[in-house]
């Protein structure tokens, strides 16, 4: 659990305002019983509804800026409504965190912290966590956590739709996390594909609990209800890979408007049917299915009572790794045919002979074989004894003539060859840190790209099959081997030299040529090409990475994780 400071519930109690409690209107109570709405108009907010006052300018900071003479900040990430948000820098433990930035007299800022005070008190590891909640010189800011190996959920999503096993995973986790956040009295407000994260374990996390709505001045009468709406339509997009409003939104391409809000099922086929009625329940909160006589469900409690109710839905099996066939070849189809599904039986020997036939063929053969064997016998004899008087000199120049022979594979001078360009490559969609490929080199080790940390290892697979770079050599060159500097040693890093067709090549490891490959528990490796190869791209290709603590410099967790200081290459010259 991560660490909390009680500043946030000093300024919350000083500030004579009550916990941001279900909304920032300070409503708890469900609604369930008021009239009800359209669709449209409970998806409506204060900022839609309401005339927005004039906001006092967010406070003019850069990059470099201390706050508390702790927090360091590093990058505005978000300006908008009058507050700032941060990636920063927490000097005195030395980690990542995030830092929401606005001036004092901002209207809001009362209530932003008591949002905050509210939600470093639930202290559940399920939420992103309030670290600190501070005002001072005229400024409030809310200090949280920062998880640099979680994603967000909207890239995943854009990618396409979940597997029906994370997508239960994902409804389930996040159903039970809001429902939990409501029975302590607080909401969220502001559900959404950027607000959910994943990390490399598959456990979800939520950001912004009460603070994202208190900042941009969200309410709602039916609290309970919009959460469960607004997780309806995250498993919607899940199941999917649409966004079930006719707007695009969160980088997803929304349903058509002739449409209507059509079921997961009906929008794409073999939609898991028990998940495509659930999502189906949490979105149309104003009667049930008209397809399904079930009853809405109104709050995340509900939900997740709903989910825990399905048939167990089971994980994929991990895919069994292919090997290529070399001594097997599939008989070419005929026209009009489909080519075949399985292997041609291989005819059967021809029966022995029987009888007197046999046996004399057999005596036959024996006595060939000793005639041979004989025959052979004397001739090598014959040989040994010529070749008795042949002199020292002429072994010594055959032997020669074998050395230069064994070494003849590469032609050429070693010399040290220029990177030009660099980029990191993800087949998957799921970069590692593509602003730090620039740093592994041409700058003598000084800085570093780093992979996220992973839970379990060595090997990635079958939760990644790799992390790699991309280099440039300019010009295509004879590579001969590469020299691989890393951060961590221990047991143990795999890595691979393979010639890329580019610096963002489509294709997959497995289809390009591999040089070269090693396995090493120190913090270098050294990989020799056997069959120098011509190529102007090189990628480097890691596929296991050792078990390393908590850094502290690169602030990094304890876990499965690498970071590469410096590569170079040697080439040979004709």
């Known amino acids: 659990m991560a660490e909390r400071s009680t500043a ?3 300024v919350a109690n000083e500030s004579g305002q009550a916990p ?4 920032a209107g300070g409503v708890t109570g469900d609604g369930a019983t008021a009239q009800s709405e359209t669709q449209d108009a409970e998806r409506k907010t204060s900022e839609e509804t309401a005339p927005t006052p004039p906001h006092p300018e967010p406070p003019e900071l850069h990059s470099g800026h201390r706050l508390a003479r702790r927090y360091r900040l590093e990058e505005c990430v978000t300006r908008v409504d009058g507050f700032s948000s941060w990636r920063a820098v927490d000097e005195k433990l030395r980690r990542a965190v995030g830092v929401h930035l606005l001036p004092a007299d901002h209207p809001r800022a009362r209530t932003v912290l008591s949002a905050a005070r509210s939600a470093a008190l639930l202290g559940d590891p399920r939420f992103v966590q309030v670290l600190d909640a501070v005002e001072e010189n005229e400024l409030v800011y809310v200090v949280h956590e920062w ?33 939990a956040a409501h029975r302590e009295g607080l909401s969220h407000l502001r559900l959404n594909p950027g607000s959910v994260l994943r990390s490399e374990s598959g456990q979800y996390r939520i950001r912004g609990l009460a603070v994202d709505a208190a900042l941009r001045g969200i309410e709602s009468e039916r609290p309970k209800r919009t959460d469960t709406e607004a997780i309806g339509a995250l498993l919607y997009s899940a199941l999917t890979g649409r966004w079930p409003y006719p707007e695009d939104a969160h980088g997803l391409k929304g349903l058509p408007k002739d449409l209507g809000l059509a079921s997961p099922d009906q929008v794409r086929a073999g939609v898991h049917r028990g998940l495509s009625g659930l999502a189906m329940r949490a979105l149309i909160n104003d009667g049930a299915h008209p397809s399904r006589h079930e009853q809405p ?10 989910v825990a109710a399905l048939p167990r839905i089971r994980p994929p099996e991990p895919q069994a790794p292919t090997f290529p066939q070399t001594a097997y070849r599939q008989p070419p189809a005929r026209p009009g045919q489909p080519g075949p599904t399985r292997q041609v039986p291989v005819p059967p020997p021809p029966p022995a002979l029987s009888g007197r036939a046999g046996k004399a ?34 072994q010594q120049q055959q032997q020669q003539q074998k050395g230069s022979t064994s070494t003849g594979t590469q032609h050429g001078t070693p010399k040290p060859l220029a990177i030009q360009n660099a980029k990191e490559y993800a087949p998957d969609g799921s970069p590692q840190h593509p602003d730090q490929v620039n740093d592994t080199y041409g700058k003598g080790g000084s800085k570093y790209w780093i992979t996220k940390t992973f839970d379990e290892g060595p090997v990635l697979a079958p939760y990644k099959q790799g992390v790699g770079i991309v ?18 040693s221990g047991s143990y890093t795999a890595v691979s030299l393979y010639a890329a067709d580019s610096l963002s090549p489509s294709t997959q490891p497995s289809g390009m040529h591999q040089l070269a490959s090693t396995q090493t528990d120190s913090s270098t490796a050294q990989l020799s090409v056997k069959n120098p190869a011509s190529t102007r791209y090189v990628l480097v290709w890691i596929t296991a990475v050792p078990k390393s603590p908590e850094d502290p410099a690169t602030y990094s967790q304890a876990g499965y994780k690498q970071a590469i200081t410096n590569v170079s290459f040697t080439g040979l010259s004709s």
């Not at 941001?20 to 909304?23: D, E, K, N, R, T």
């Not at 036959?364 to 090598?380: D, E, K, R, T, Y």
Request: charged share 15%.
């Open 361 to 394: 063929f057999k005596w036959s053969v024996a006595a060939l074989l000793i005639a041979a064997l004989g025959l052979g016998s004397w001739q090598v004899a014959d040989t040994l004894m010529n070749q008795g008087g042949q002199s020292g000199s002429t």
């Open 147 to 179: 998880l640099p190996d979680a994603t967000e959920l909207g890239p995943l999503l854009a990618s396409g739709p979940l597997e029906p096993y994370e997508a239960y995973q994902l409804v389930s986790q996040v159903s039970q996390a809001m429902a």
């Open 471 to 488: 280099y440039d050599l300019g010009s295509a060159q004879k590579v001969s081997g590469g020299t691989i500097t890393f951060r961590y």
């Open 8 to 10: 946030a519930v000093d």
């Open 20 to 23: 941001l409690a279900a909304g």
């Open 297 to 306: 469900l109104t709050t995340p409690e509900e939900l997740a009572k709903a």
